[in-house]
């Protein structure tokens, strides 16, 4: 049985496979070059029966079937096959009563026969009609003018249809005798529009009332650039890149809107009011070169990094004055270190300057399952892809390879980090291992990266969306690197719902002061108090005593330092956020940010020499708030961690920075209580 | 029943039977059914003693006999954890619940040693926070507030999101105030409101005008009518700023909190109240003490004491009673053992204060003596007249109702006078108040028998 069915299966595949050009070039070549011509007959034949069963159709089928049909005639005519030569004939003229036959390889002598043979089966039309280019078909077949204008058709009863593009069609029933011609008188009535359009340049889309009909092309006929040479000069169009015709039949009349679009180009939109039941034909339509330029430098001056625009390479950095289309664009810059990606939109005329700084990329590795039932594991990996948008998949296949690198990654495997750190640069590695709790699915996510080993893990529960939430925010929000300070502490006064001055260092401004305006915004708490402060200087409305009083204040941008252990933050990814801010920082307040939470990652993973030596790097300013002071403490917290007792209170002692340093943020604890509470903590045990 | 039995059907085919019966008891556990968990815990432990599973049994089995109320049974099995399974994962969580039997239990010494030990051997445990909060607490009782400070900025710098962040602050606002810093005691509640701790904005509203008042010296200026009630005596104050005013005449206490009054009816007369957050309201009606769980007669040497016209409970369940008849003052342990009798001189009542100090207000209410918990005087001070009541806010700021109630005297938790003002020209009346309680937000409450109103000065 199966035999039979693999049998039943190869035998009909020639059938739908049928490459009727190669089979026809090939019998060609045959008949043209090879010693046994008569081996042709077979190819052209199979081309004949493929048209004849309908397998193969259409206007060039057709073409082919002709053409195959005539060189049959030759072949059986060398062979002595008359009869079979006469089948043909009948055939053609069946199939196409005005066909004339390839006089280049077919002899006179078989015109002759092929001609007086048509004689016994056709008669002629005469067409009268006021309207020029007629669509003709009797039955079926389709009818062509001869060169006297008469069309040639098969003797006997015939239905003819008489139309053309935006006319009524008319249908006749006639009688042909053979040899003679029959006079058809006919008028058409027009029902349609029509609208022609030329564009420069070419490849144009064109829509009639938003439909697509299709696109301009091909070139101008000379006959039209000849005729309207004054137009083409008058509306200033470059004749070698205007297009042909494109013809818009079947239009209704009333009004239309017809318009043109090409990329780089202004679209143009033009009303066509009450149009007739006529041909229309509009002036050529220049279209306007829509552009802009784009200027893309890499953040930091010796970063290299490439192009891509659109997926297209464009080359490397720095790209000065790229033209480009008006629109939106993908921007892409692979560095060594990762990529940057930016999706943005460019105005006509606009030069528009991106600094591409690189951001690591997000990897994620796939989970691996329990077992076999897989439905957990594909829906938390396109839950997470969904929410992470394109995460590049590292060798996502479900084979043993795969399975493996999780393996390798879980066991801290430097070999497979390093695969991933030549293939994708700096990334941050998201992978998970499928378990079961109590009859339960969870999934332990793992979060690492390539420039340390440092697993964190987070357990997701595929039923609750939220433990997903949490972890994607987890990974994808940043701590704040810097705030505006203005050396002010405030509280929410409950009575007043106003923030009043709990310390100052500010002259001007006292404890006890009620802060009624930030720049002339109310706030009404701490937090919107410290988010209006504007560097430079901001102007507050206070009121002490009763009275009210107006004071400027000098507002910096200052670090913030981020706590050691936050379980709404994976360290692994802030990490590497800090990181990339060093080594393409902004402001220098910017990089000390990025440099004191780079040393609280460090602690974080018990990383106390890193963290020191990170520290050690930062600089910044003795005075209050985040500052000199602040840096000092947090090396203390160094020594404090390896249990270096005898060099936390070495450093201590030798404090010597500003009394109002301290630690979080501007109004944190004070660095000097802090060690004072230290010394507390030491002195009795 | 058939679920259950399913479970362990499915249980036994997929895991191994011990890993089986820990994951039955987390399972009753969370529905409840605690005797069933239990069950299967010590199960586990009677059948796979070596399993990885046996100390997270231990310890659930440990803190659900904590949860009851059971130290005793508790600390058996915790103790088990750690002189069985060592440095297992359970450790410090057991290390954890025996530091919080041995602080209920007074034991403040042990206590300590405990979490201090704790936080040495674990230094990466999830418990850390809670750690630092206990140590915290314990060196504010001993009044080592700086060392307090030291553990609660590591709860602050280290772990914002901890369920102890909030009262970490809160902590450190009144040891800052206690230290003399109320500016960063502000700052300390400044930042709860910054990191959106909404749930305990009324506590932190209470705790912000209590420490802008004292910061800003906003004197008490003004007095209203806070609620109308026959014969008004004794005052307390309680949770959520409920004020407890007892019916001198009607035998029984109002209690009324914002939007909500209710009674309480008492045995017999009051003669003292005592509230603290841990144990509710207690009550006096002389020769018992009246809890929310039902009355303590108090039995000193074969003798029930008579007339407690003063008591409190201190934070390890301790009680002191003063019984006027006799004219001395007893300690009693928390499960009503005599543990001392005081003569300390004329009393006249006595209260605590959050950090352990006792006031004693004696001879004629013209001396106040500070004492310890020890019995030790530390302090006195004769210069107050007439000192009709005594009060305290939560950052242990001290009022005195003086001049047989014609005066209102607020000194500050290290004994400075705040203020020292004639009632009179607050309320504009003539009358005399015999009882004052004070909130969380240091609003003051007066009230006298022969008036109808109770009044709030602010």
Same mark, same amino acid.
């Given at each position: 049985?199966?035999?039979?069915?693999?049998?039943?299966?190869?035998?009909?595949?020639?059938?739908?496979?049928?490459?009727?050009?190669?089979?026809?070039?090939?019998?060609?070549?045959?008949?043209?070059?090879?010693?046994?011509?008569?081996?042709?007959?077979?190819?052209?034949?199979?081309?004949?029966?493929?048209?004849?069963?309908?397998?193969?159709?259409?206007?060039?089928?057709?073409?082919?079937?002709?053409?195959?049909?005539?060189?049959?005639?030759?072949?059986?005519?060398?062979?002595?096959?008359?009869?079979?030569?006469?089948?043909?004939?009948?055939?053609?003229?069946?199939?196409?009563?005005?066909?004339?036959?390839?006089?280049?390889?077919?002899?006179?002598?078989?015109?002759?026969?092929?001609?007086?043979?048509?004689?016994?089966?056709?008669?002629?039309?005469?067409?009268?009609?006021?309207?020029?280019?007629?669509?003709?078909?009797?039955?079926?077949?389709?009818?062509?003018?001869?060169?006297?204008?008469?069309?040639?058709?098969?003797?006997?009863?015939?239905?003819?249809?008489?139309?053309?593009?935006?006319?009524?069609?008319?249908?006749?029933?006639?009688?042909?005798?053979?040899?003679?011609?029959?006079?058809?008188?006919?008028?058409?009535?027009?029902?349609?529009?029509?609208?022609?359009?030329?564009?420069?340049?070419?490849?144009?889309?064109?829509?009639?009332?938003?439909?697509?009909?299709?696109?301009?092309?091909?070139?101008?006929?000379?006959?039209?650039?000849?005729?309207?040479?004054?137009?083409?000069?008058?509306?200033?169009?470059?004749?070698?890149?205007?297009?042909?015709?494109?013809?818009?039949?079947?239009?209704?009349?009333?009004?239309?809107?017809?318009?043109?679009?090409?990329?780089?180009?202004?679209?143009?939109?033009?009303?066509?009011?009450?149009?007739?039941?006529?041909?229309?034909?509009?002036?050529?339509?220049?279209?306007?070169?829509?552009?802009?330029?784009?200027?893309?430098?890499?953040?930091?001056?010796?970063?290299?990094?490439?192009?891509?625009?659109?997926?297209?390479?464009?080359?490397?950095?720095?790209?000065?004055?790229?033209?480009?289309?008006?629109?939106?664009?993908?921007?892409?810059?692979?560095?060594?270190?990762?990529?940057?990606?930016?999706?943005?939109?460019?105005?006509?005329?606009?030069?528009?300057?991106?600094?591409?700084?690189?951001?690591?990329?997000?990897?994620?590795?796939?989970?691996?399952?329990?077992?076999?039932?897989?439905?957990?594991?594909?829906?938390?990996?396109?839950?997470?892809?969904?929410?992470?948008?394109?995460?590049?998949?590292?060798?996502?296949?479900?084979?043993?390879?795969?399975?493996?690198?999780?393996?390798?990654?879980?066991?801290?495997?430097?070999?497979?980090?390093?695969?991933?750190?030549?293939?994708?640069?700096?990334?941050?590695?998201?992978?998970?291992?499928?378990?079961?709790?109590?009859?339960?699915?969870?999934?332990?996510?793992?979060?690492?990266?390539?420039?340390?080993?440092?697993?964190?893990?987070?357990?997701?529960?595929?039923?609750?969306?939220?433990?997903?939430?949490?972890?994607?925010?987890?990974?994808?929000?940043?701590?704040?690197?810097?705030?505006?300070?203005?050396?002010?502490?405030?509280?929410?006064?409950?009575?007043?719902?106003?923030?009043?001055?709990?310390?100052?260092?500010?002259?001007?401004?006292?404890?006890?002061?009620?802060?009624?305006?930030?720049?002339?915004?109310?706030?009404?708490?701490?937090?919107?108090?410290?988010?209006?402060?504007?560097?430079?200087?901001?102007?507050?409305?206070?009121?002490?005593?009763?009275?009210?009083?107006?004071?400027?204040?000098?507002?910096?941008?200052?670090?913030?330092?981020?706590?050691? %252990?936050?379980?709404?933050?994976?360290? =692994? *990814?802030?990490? $590497?956020?800090?990181? /990339?801010? !060093?080594? @393409?920082?902004?402001?220098?307040?910017?990089?000390?940010?990025?440099?004191?939470?780079?040393?609280?990652?460090?602690?974080?993973?018990?990383?106390?020499?890193?963290?020191?030596?990170?520290?050690?790097?930062?600089?910044?300013?003795?005075?209050?708030?985040?500052?000199?002071?602040?840096?000092?403490?947090?090396?203390?917290?160094?020594?404090?961690?390896?249990?270096?007792?005898?060099?936390?209170?070495?450093?201590?002692?030798?404090?010597?920075? %500003?009394?109002?340093?301290?630690?979080? =943020? *501007?109004?944190? $604890?004070?660095?000097? /209580?802090? !060690?004072? @509470?230290?010394?507390?903590?030491?002195?009795?045990? | 029943?058939?679920?259950?039995?399913?479970?362990?059907?499915?249980?036994?085919?997929?895991?191994?039977?011990?890993?089986?019966?820990?994951?039955?008891?987390?399972?009753?556990?969370?529905?409840?059914?605690?005797?069933?968990?239990?069950?299967?815990?010590?199960?586990?432990?009677?059948?796979?003693?070596?399993?990885?599973?046996?100390?997270?049994?231990?310890?659930?089995?440990?803190?659900?006999?904590?949860?009851?109320?059971?130290?005793?049974?508790?600390?058996?099995?915790?103790?088990?954890?750690?002189?069985?399974?060592?440095?297992?994962?359970?450790?410090?969580?057991?290390?954890?619940?025996?530091?919080?039997?041995?602080?209920?239990?007074?034991?403040?010494?042990?206590?300590?040693?405990?979490?201090?030990?704790?936080?040495?051997?674990?230094?990466?445990?999830?418990?850390?926070?809670?750690?630092?909060?206990?140590?915290?607490?314990?060196?504010?009782?001993?009044?080592?507030?700086?060392?307090?400070?030291?553990?609660?900025?590591?709860?602050?710098?280290?772990?914002?999101?901890?369920?102890?962040?909030?009262?970490?602050?809160?902590?450190?606002?009144?040891?800052?105030?206690?230290?003399?810093?109320?500016?960063?005691?502000?700052?300390?509640?400044?930042?709860?409101?910054?990191?959106?701790?909404?749930?305990?904005?009324?506590?932190?509203?209470?705790?912000?005008?209590?420490?802008?008042?004292?910061?800003?010296?906003?004197?008490?200026?003004?007095?209203?009518?806070?609620?109308?009630?026959?014969?008004?005596?004794?005052?307390?104050?309680?949770?959520?700023?409920?004020?407890?005013?007892?019916?001198?005449?009607?035998?029984?206490?109002?209690?009324?909190?914002?939007?909500?009054?209710?009674?309480?009816?008492?045995?017999?007369?009051?003669?003292?109240?005592?509230?603290?957050?841990?144990?509710?309201?207690?009550?006096?009606?002389?020769?018992?003490?009246?809890?929310?769980?039902?009355?303590?007669?108090?039995?000193?040497?074969?003798?029930?004491?008579?007339?407690?016209?003063?008591?409190?409970?201190?934070?390890?369940?301790?009680?002191?009673?003063?019984?006027?008849?006799?004219?001395?003052?007893?300690?009693?342990?928390?499960?009503?053992?005599?543990?001392?009798?005081?003569?300390?001189?004329?009393?006249?009542?006595?209260?605590?204060?959050?950090?352990?100090?006792?006031?004693?207000?004696?001879?004629?209410?013209?001396?106040?003596?500070?004492?310890?918990?020890?019995?030790?005087?530390?302090?006195?001070?004769?210069?107050?007249?007439?000192?009709?009541?005594?009060?305290?806010?939560?950052?242990?700021?001290?009022?005195?109702?003086?001049?047989?109630?014609?005066?209102?005297?607020?000194?500050?938790?290290?004994?400075?006078?705040?203020?020292?003002?004639?009632?009179?020209?607050?309320?504009?009346?003539?009358?005399?108040?015999?009882?004052?309680?004070?909130?969380?937000?240091?609003?003051?409450?007066?009230?006298?028998?022969?008036?109808?109103?109770?009044?709030?000065?602010?």
């Amino acid at each position: 049985m199966k035999k039979l069915i693999v049998f039943l299966l190869i035998a009909t595949i020639p059938i739908f496979g049928f490459d009727v050009v190669s089979v026809f070039h090939d019998n060609v070549q045959i008949f043209e070059n090879s010693d046994n011509p008569e081996n042709a007959i077979n190819g052209f034949q199979k081309i004949v029966s493929a048209y004849d069963l309908g397998e193969i159709k259409g206007t060039d089928a057709f073409g082919y079937y002709l053409q195959s049909m005539e060189y049959l005639i030759v072949l059986y005519s060398n062979k002595g096959d008359t009869k079979t030569v006469y089948t043909i004939f009948e055939k053609i003229i069946r199939s196409d009563p005005g066909h004339k036959l390839n006089k280049f390889f077919i002899s006179p002598k078989i015109i002759r026969d092929f001609e007086n043979k048509r004689s016994q089966m056709v008669g002629y039309l005469k067409i009268k009609c006021p309207v020029p280019g007629l669509n003709v078909s009797a039955g079926t077949l389709k009818l062509s003018p001869n060169s006297k204008g008469l069309y040639t058709t098969l003797a006997g009863d015939l239905t003819l249809r008489i139309g053309k593009e935006n006319y009524q069609p008319v249908t006749r029933n006639v009688t042909v005798a053979v040899g003679k011609t029959v006079e058809v008188e006919v008028d058409l009535i027009r029902t349609l529009a029509s609208v022609t359009v030329l564009t420069d340049p070419t490849g144009a889309q064109v829509f009639m009332d938003g439909v697509l009909m299709g696109e301009t092309s091909g070139s101008a006929p000379v006959d039209y650039l000849k005729d309207h040479s004054d137009t083409i000069e008058e509306l200033g169009l470059n004749p070698s890149t205007l297009s042909n015709y494109f013809v818009i039949n079947r239009v209704e009349p009333g009004d239309h809107v017809l318009e043109l679009k090409k990329n780089c180009y202004k679209p143009v939109r033009l009303s066509l009011p009450k149009l007739e039941k006529r041909d229309y034909q509009f002036k050529p339509i220049l279209l306007e070169r829509s552009i802009g330029y784009l200027i893309v430098e890499a953040g930091a001056d010796d970063q290299t990094g490439d192009l891509f625009l659109d997926s297209r390479r464009i080359g490397s950095l720095p790209i000065r004055d790229l033209e480009v289309c008006s629109g939106e664009h993908l921007l892409k810059v692979a560095f060594e270190n990762g990529t940057f990606i930016k999706k943005l939109k460019v105005e006509e005329g606009e030069h528009r300057v991106v600094k591409a700084v690189p951001k690591p990329t997000l990897l994620f590795t796939g989970i691996k399952p329990l077992d076999t039932n897989l439905s957990t594991v594909r829906q938390v990996t396109n839950s997470l892809e969904k929410q992470f948008q394109k995460i590049p998949f590292y060798n996502a296949e479900m084979d043993d390879s795969y399975i493996s690198a999780i393996d390798g990654l879980l066991k801290g495997d430097n070999k497979v980090i390093e695969n991933i750190r030549n293939d994708y640069g700096q990334s941050l590695i998201i992978l998970g291992v499928e378990k079961r709790v109590k009859l339960k699915r969870f999934i332990d996510v793992y979060v690492l990266n390539t420039e340390l080993y440092h697993q964190e893990k987070f357990t997701l529960d595929p039923a609750n969306p939220d433990s997903e939430k949490r972890f994607v925010e987890a990974v994808s929000i940043m701590p704040k690197l810097v705030e505006n300070t203005a050396g002010i502490a405030v509280i929410r006064d409950p009575d007043r719902n106003l923030p009043v001055v709990i310390s100052s260092t500010v002259e001007g401004v006292q404890a006890g002061d009620v802060i009624l305006s930030v720049n002339g915004n109310q706030c009404a708490n701490e937090a919107s108090f410290y988010k209006t402060l504007v560097v430079p200087e901001t102007k507050l409305q206070l009121e002490r005593s009763g009275a009210a009083l107006e004071v400027a204040v000098k507002v910096e941008t200052t670090p913030v330092v981020m706590r050691q %252990n936050l379980n709404s933050l994976s360290y =692994n *990814s802030a990490y $590497l956020y800090f990181l /990339s801010r !060093i080594q @393409f920082p902004g402001t220098d307040a910017q990089k000390a940010g990025a440099q004191l939470n780079l040393a609280m990652c460090n602690l974080r993973f018990r990383r106390f020499e890193q963290a020191f030596d990170t520290l050690s790097m930062v600089q910044l300013p003795d005075r209050p708030g985040i500052s000199a002071g602040t840096v000092l403490y947090l090396k203390g917290i160094c020594y404090k961690e390896i249990g270096s007792w005898i060099d936390l209170q070495t450093l201590f002692k030798n404090y010597h920075f %500003n009394d109002g340093a301290t630690v979080i =943020n *501007s109004r944190g $604890l004070r660095v000097q /209580s802090l !060690i004072d @509470f230290t010394f507390e903590y030491l002195r009795k045990q | 029943m058939k679920t259950l039995l399913l479970f362990l059907l499915i249980g036994s085919l997929t895991s191994p039977n011990d890993q089986r019966l820990y994951e039955s008891g987390l399972a009753f556990e969370a529905n409840q059914n605690y005797e069933q968990a239990m069950r299967e815990f010590n199960l586990l432990l009677e059948q796979y003693p070596k399993s990885a599973f046996a100390d997270d049994a231990l310890l659930e089995i440990g803190r659900y006999h904590f949860n009851q109320g059971d130290a005793e049974r508790a600390k058996a099995f915790l103790d088990r954890i750690i002189s069985e399974y060592g440095k297992s994962d359970s450790s410090d969580n057991a290390y954890l619940l025996i530091g919080r039997i041995q602080l209920k239990a007074g034991d403040i010494d042990d206590a300590y040693n405990t979490f201090f030990h704790l936080k040495g051997a674990f230094p990466e445990s999830d418990v850390l926070d809670r750690d630092y909060f206990y140590l915290s607490i314990i060196s504010s009782r001993r009044g080592q507030f700086k060392k307090a400070l030291y553990f609660l900025s590591q709860i602050y710098t280290r772990f914002s999101e901890s369920p102890v962040f909030p009262d970490s602050l809160y902590q450190a606002a009144y040891c800052y105030y206690r230290i003399g810093e109320p500016q960063e005691a502000l700052k300390m509640i400044a930042a709860l409101n910054e990191e959106g701790k909404g749930e305990q904005a009324v506590k932190a509203e209470d705790y912000t005008r209590s420490l802008l008042r004292f910061l800003l010296k906003r004197h008490y200026k003004r007095a209203k009518q806070y609620f109308q009630m026959d014969n008004p005596s004794l005052l307390a104050t309680g949770e959520a700023n409920t004020l407890y005013v007892q019916a001198k005449k009607g035998r029984f206490i109002q209690m009324i909190s914002p939007g909500q009054n209710r009674r309480r009816n008492t045995p017999g007369n009051v003669r003292a109240m005592y509230y603290q957050n841990d144990v509710g309201l207690w009550f006096s009606t002389g020769d018992q003490l009246i809890s929310p769980s039902g009355s303590v007669r108090l039995i000193a040497e074969g003798s029930a004491l008579q007339d407690i016209t003063s008591f409190f409970l201190t934070s390890s369940g301790e009680i002191w009673a003063f019984d006027k008849k006799t004219g001395l003052s007893y300690v009693f342990s928390k499960e009503r053992k005599l543990i001392r009798k005081m003569a300390l001189g004329d009393v006249d009542f006595f209260k605590i204060r959050r950090d352990g100090r006792i006031f004693v207000v004696k001879n004629s209410r013209n001396v106040m003596e500070i004492r310890t918990l020890d019995g030790h005087a530390i302090k006195q001070f004769n210069n107050f007249k007439k000192i009709v009541d005594i009060a305290f806010d939560p950052l242990d700021n001290i009022y005195l109702l003086t001049n047989k109630g014609r005066s209102l005297s607020v000194l500050t938790s290290d004994f400075h006078v705040f203020q020292s003002v004639q009632l009179q020209s607050i309320t504009h009346s003539s009358s005399r108040y015999n009882h004052l309680a004070v909130d969380q937000g240091a609003n003051i409450f007066l009230s006298v028998s022969r008036e109808r109103e109770i009044l709030k000065v602010y």
